[in-house]
């Protein structure tokens, strides 16, 4: 047999000696029947009349080395059982012949370089057992040849571009199927697509287009169930009730980033022996978080980030002694972190909450020793005098710092014993400090929308200044669609700042919007149209089109996206990532389900069911939800209680941007349509910051607002430019639509031509009419003296604005210095 390329050829084969005497190689009656080259360093294409003159052979296995090409002669070797060529460098097609192979048990060509369609002679494969082609560019949609493939317990094409759906009877005709796993596909399909594969033990199609119920996964023997990153939906009630499905053998099960629903942590009595729980990023009812966590005792993974907790981190958690990881940010918790069991711990997040109090010094101890931590965007307290700069900025982002930081600090080695003298200088510079505590705080609350500090875990990928963009992009509208002529598109890279390992780019947007087609538009607003769009993986957004070109550079752009994207705010639409094509700056935010406040008070059908909870306290915050339910709009706004909330969160929004922010971020179209309700139904103020990327293009325009919306003190020519107050009147007019209904103009206002809906409202009011402009939907929803005008001097806004102040921390001189007075 003759030899291809390999760095020690000349020590493995000695052809001096018989064939059978070689390492690998395996003989029966002086013919080879097995050949184990694995690891060996080969290179390039194998040869012909080489491995195809072993009539005999059984196994071949050229797994991890660098072989380009496979022998023209191979596919006539009729005795081979096992063909395994995995991690190699293998491009083209998978020949249709490999269907000569009728006694092969196991075929494995893995992260290759194939390409084009699973080939149809796979249907000849009767005895196949084994089929691995996972990490490849296969693609369309799998063969329904695959059926005559009865003898099959394991399936992985995980990895590919697959799309399409599941052959008719998949799960029915592969009753040995034990382990399936087509992750990080575009395949479509249902939960009860699984209903059949009654042998199922591990199930990976995550990254995938399923949705519908999840019930018809989960079956008696399955171990590891991986559903995460689809389109499933329902109650989560009906995977823990599933009553045909035995919970004590589940190991594994990951149902984060999908659309579920309901309340999490109840009814896992039979799951002991489960290790990874992950239910992120889902649509559950907002509730507290349930102490019978300790039912979960053998978990070394739970990640219940972004799952709408609230109420305080259980103290029972701390019996999770086998915890490896535990990732609870995103959510609404609240007081103190409670003692931990640290003997596992590696990776501790508990970012974007509202928790408090000091951060435990067992904890505090461990983090060196520790993969990753993040206690960012909390109001903790840190007491640890060696803690680096750095590790302060990357994670305690937005925590206050109220006990001295070392001159000199050097790697983070948790708070040590110190000298005497050293504590007692400690303590007096704590006094000192916390005569100044508020002031502190508030400096530094000024100063945190302006850090260059990342994410812990998020390295993000910046633009880099030397990075060349093809080109150039256009686009171009009219009143009915939009067209994107795009060159190299695969080379202009999208930047998702929490998934920066995801390489998208342009085409994948272009894909995701159907190349900007009007059937995905949302709205057209000022900066630029709004497209609906899913992204490789089902992630879920909407991509805003900044259509009127920047004066920026890209490094310039970039970096001021790069600031919006780690603003935070709970009633802040979050920047989710950007994309730079040629003139055009491209901002994606998350989609939010339940539309703008313009849809729900103007645009949309009406006759919504709604609950009848009780809204109109000023701690709504503290309630969970139970209420009101994700039904639509005119239920939910036949509430005056739910209206008080979206003015309430739309307040704190701007009271942040122009607070929290240093400098100041001025909005500058502030609308009914940039308000959006989230998937838990609050408010979120979408498109602040955006004003500022198009440099001085569009001041202009920009300054001069949105019709209705427009302050009288912009038809001053010698007015320049807005000012927070500006905002405020904006959010007035905002107001205005919650309490009336009504549009900010060209809606039909009696007795008043050409009015706008403030006109409208002020003419009532000097008439002592002012209770009249009051939607009757909502009249006798909530309290008189929040709706109704009780004395002949106050305006009905000036009212609301007012009773808004204390909670808003609005200073009074914002809230009554606006022309809406």
């Known amino acids: 047999m003759g030899s291809f390329s390999s760095t020690s050829s000349s020590s493995l084969y000695d052809f001096s000696v018989p064939v059978c005497s070689w390492k690998g190689v395996s003989c029966e009656s002086n013919n080879v029947i097995g050949f184990e080259a694995s690891g060996l360093e080969l290179s390039g294409p194998v040869p012909d009349t080489t491995i195809g003159k072993l009539t005999k052979l059984q196994t071949l296995n050229l797994s991890r080395n660098k072989i380009t090409g496979l022998p023209s002669d191979l596919w006539s070797i009729s005795s081979l059982k096992h063909l395994i060529l995995s991690n190699n460098q293998i491009s083209g097609s998978l020949p249709n012949n490999i269907g000569n192979f009728g006694l092969l048990e196991t075929l494995d060509v893995s992260s290759n370089n194939f390409s084009g369609e699973i080939p149809a002679g796979i249907s000849s494969l009767a005895s196949l057992r084994v089929l691995k082609l996972d990490g490849n560019s296969f693609e369309k949609s799998i063969p329904s040849g695959i059926l005559s493939c009865r003898s099959l317990v394991w399936i992985d094409l995980s990895s590919n571009r697959l799309n399409g759906s599941l052959p008719a ?36 199609i995550s990254g995938n287009v399923f949705q519908g119920s999840v019930m018809g996964v989960f079956k008696e023997l399955l171990e590891v169930a991986d559903l995460s990153r ?9 995977v823990q009730f599933n009553a045909s499905y035995n919970w004590s053998r589940l190991v594994y099960l990951d149902l984060s980033e999908n659309q579920l629903n309901g309340e999490i942590l109840h009814h896992w009595n039979q799951s002991q022996n489960l290790k990874h729980l992950n239910l992120a990023h889902n649509n559950f009812t907002r509730q507290k978080f349930r102490r019978n966590v300790k039912t979960f005792s053998g978990l070394k993974y739970l990640n219940l980030s972004k799952t709408s907790l609230t109420g305080r981190i259980p103290a029972e958690i701390s019996q999770l002694s086998n915890l490896n990881t535990l990732d609870l940010s995103e959510n609404h918790l609240i007081g103190k972190i409670p003692l931990l069991n640290l003997r596992n711990l590696q990776v501790f997040d508990v970012s974007h909450n509202n928790l408090s109090g000091e951060i435990p010094v067992s904890l505090l101890e461990k983090l060196p020793w520790m993969e990753s931590f993040n206690f960012s965007y909390n109001n903790l307290t840190i007491c640890a005098s060696e803690i680096s700069n750095a590790t302060l900025q990357a994670s305690f982002f937005g925590s206050t710092n109220s006990c001295p930081i070392a001159a000199n600090p050097g790697p983070f080695r948790g708070p040590a014993n110190k000298a005497k003298e050293h504590k007692v200088l400690k303590l007096a510079l704590v006094l000192t400090f916390s005569m100044v505590f508020l002031l502190a705080g508030l400096l530094f609350l000024a100063v945190c929308c302006r850090r260059k500090t990342r994410r812990w875990e998020v390295k993000q990928t910046s633009h880099k200044e030397e990075q060349s963009v093809s080109g150039p992009f256009s686009f171009h509208t009219d009143s009915t669609t939009w067209v994107a002529d795009v060159k190299q598109a695969n080379s202009v890279p999208v930047v998702i700042f929490e998934k920066p390992l995801l390489n998208f780019t342009f085409a994948d947007l272009l894909s995701a919007t159907s190349n900007f087609d009007r059937g995905t538009l949302l709205a057209e607003g000022k900066f630029g149209p709004v497209y609906r769009g899913f992204l490789p993986g089902g992630i879920h957004v909407a991509v805003k089109v900044l259509v009127h070109g920047s004066t920026m550079t890209d490094q310039e752009a970039a970096r001021e996206f790069e600031y919006l994207g780690r603003i935070k705010h709970p009633n802040l639409a979050p920047l989710t990532g ?35 909870e009780d809204w109109s306290t000023d701690t709504w915050e503290e309630d969970n939800n139970n209420g009101i339910q994700n039904v639509g709009s005119e239920g939910l706004l036949t509430s005056w209680g739910f209206r008080h909330k979206i003015a309430l969160g739309t307040a704190r929004a701007l009271a942040f941007l122009h607070h929290g922010c240093s400098p100041p971020i001025i909005h500058r179209d502030v609308k009914a349509s940039s308000v959006y309700l989230d998937y838990n139904l609050e408010p979120r103020l979408s498109d602040f910051g955006l004003a500022k990327i198009f440099g001085s293009g569009m001041d202009e325009e920009i300054s001069r607002g949105s019709p209705g919306y427009m302050p009288p003190e912009f038809s001053q020519s010698e007015y320049d430019s807005p000012t927070p107050k500006s905002d405020v009147y904006c959010f007035g007019v905002v107001l ?3 309490i009336t209904s009504k549009k900010p103009y060209g809606d039909d206002y009696p007795e008043e031509k050409d009015a706008t809906l403030v006109s409208w409202v002020r003419g009532l009011i000097r008439k002592n009419k002012g209770s009249s402009a009051i939607d009757p939907k909502i009249r006798d929803t909530g309290p008189d003296d929040q709706m109704e005008e009780q004395s002949e001097k106050k305006n009905l806004v000036v009212r609301k604005q007012h009773s808004m102040k204390n909670i808003t921390k609005f200073p009074p001189t914002q809230m009554e210095d606006t022309s809406l007075h």
């Open 578 to 612: 950007y994309c730079l094509a040629g003139d055009q700056r491209i901002a994606i935010y998350d989609y939010m389900e339940n539309g703008n406040i313009q849809n729900l008070l103007h645009d949309l059908p009406l006759g919504v069911l709604q609950t009848t």
């Open 169 to 204: 009877g998949f799960g029915a005709a592969l009753p040995k199927l034990q382990v399936l796993n087509l992750a990080g596909n575009g395949i479509h399909g249902r939960g009860s697509d699984f209903s059949e594969m009654n042998s199922i033990t591990t199930l990976n």
């Open 736 to 738: 205005f639509e919650l």
């Open 230 to 238: 689809n389109r499933f939906e329902g109650h989560i009630s009906k």
